[in-house]
């Protein structure tokens, strides 16, 4: 896992997740779950 600076600055402005399982590959286009930052914080 990336454990670099970048990292944690790339979070820094990021508005949310996406929820990927491990070892599963995207294809472009492809739904994905996305989980907004302002639910996690409330």
């Known amino acids: 896992p990336n454990q670099s600076s970048g990292g944690l600055r790339s979070a820094s402005w990021a508005e949310g997740l ?7 590959t995207l294809v472009e286009g492809e ?3 996305f989980i907004p930052l302002s639910e996690l914080l409330d």
Do not use: D
């Not at 996406?18 to 599963?24: A, D, F, P, T, Y």
């Open 18 to 24: 996406v929820e990927v399982r491990e070892g599963r």
């Open 31 to 33: 739904g994905v779950a």
